[in-house]
């Protein structure tokens, strides 16, 4: 692999959307803003799962009970890091099977990775903010976190409508059926496995 282009990877940060220029050769940047993107939710699991394991040791008083607190974390970052993966797959898997059901032509994969994971490089930067604001608000915490999420979803369906292609008189429908698609996909996985 060459070496990255960090302008690049800048612009995509700055311009989401920007990614539908991405090539199938440029699929790299897809799986590297995927990537990104997920590191900053570790960054926010870490946090939360930390925050929990000590609500639980305060109420129970478990702080002492040699590695309690630790296997604690350790349980609740695993499930936080099983949903996050879990999810990811779900939504790139609802907005490629919608799209390519509803332009009726099966996107390149590489392609698809590119333009649609190179649209997440800002969750890096939504997920570490929602990290450092829940240190002074949780409840502000929160609500940087769901403007992450759902700027994200937004981001990846509408990068997703382009990667695929999906032509203007199929857009609501794309758009709504990727949504039910996604949600019912991550609540079968996540019953599934957790």
Do not use: H
């Not at 926010?44 to 607190?69: D, R, T, V």
């Amino acid at each position: 692999m060459k070496e990255v282009d960090r302008q690049l990877v800048l612009r995509l940060t700055k311009n989401p959307l920007e990614s539908v220029k991405l090539t199938e050769q440029q699929w790299i940047y897809g799986l590297l803003g995927l990537a990104s993107a997920f590191v900053g939710y570790l960054v926010w699991s870490l946090l939360i799962a930390s925050s929990i394991n000590e609500i639980i040791n305060g109420m129970f008083g478990f702080g002492g009970l040699g590695g309690s607190s630790v296997s604690t974390t350790g349980a609740i970052m695993g499930r936080l890091i099983l949903i996050g993966l879990v999810s990811t797959f779900a939504i790139l898997a609802a907005i490629y099977l919608i799209g390519w059901w509803r332009s009726g032509a099966k996107p390149q994969p590489k392609a698809f990775i590119a333009r649609v994971g190179g649209a997440y490089y800002i969750g890096a930067i939504g997920f570490l903010l929602a990290t450092l604001v829940t240190f002074l608000s949780g409840s502000f915490g929160f609500l940087v976190l769901m403007i992450t999420l759902l700027s994200l979803l937004v981001l990846g369906l509408q990068a997703g409508a382009e990667a695929t292609a999906v032509p203007r008189q199929a857009l609501a429908s794309y758009l709504i059926l990727s949504v039910a698609s996604y949600l019912v996909l991550i609540s079968l996985l996540l019953r599934l496995l957790l």
